[in-house]
Nanobody
Framework: QVQLVESGGGLVQAGGSLRLSCAAS????????MGWFRQAPGKEREFVSA????????DYLDSVKGRFTISRDNAKNTVYLQMNNMKPEDTAVYFC????????????????????WGQGTQVTVSS
């Protein structure tokens, strides 16, 4: 059974940092792009960041550029999202996802191009 499990969420003050992890099990995703998305209450799920299969290509939502960094450790089958200088508008449930179909080695901003999803981890930034 394939699983993506996020961890590292929590409550942080504005300006603080959190590091999210997404551990995969059931199959390896070392050849697949991975992404992070978030969903705030009453809003659509939005793209945050994505990384290519080897980490050579990354992409970010404009509002998190310079503050968030995505990385991966294929030996551990894990993807990370380092979030610095966090803002109240970063508050959301954060989901990781794996891309299997199509150009699956390349990062994508389109959530419909991802096939496996984690259950999400809550991130709350207080002002």
């Amino acid at each position: 059974q394939v699983q993506l499990v996020e961890s590292g969420g929590g409550l942080v003050q504005a300006g603080g940092s959190l590091r999210l992890s997404c551990a995969a099990s059931g199959r390896t995703f070392s050849s697949n792009a991975m992404g992070w998305f978030r969903q705030a209450p009453g809003k659509e799920r939005e793209f945050v960041s994505a990384i290519s299969w080897n980490g050579g290509s990354t992409d970010y939502l404009d509002s998190v550029k310079g503050r968030f960094t995505i990385s991966r450790d294929n030996a551990k089958n894990t993807v990370y999202l380092q979030m610095n200088n966090m803002k109240p508008e970063d508050t959301a449930v954060y989901f990781c996802a794996a891309r299997i179909r199509g150009s699956n080695w390349s990062p994508s901003k389109d959530r419909y191009e991802y096939d496996y999803w984690g259950q999400g981890t809550q991130v709350t930034v207080s002002s």
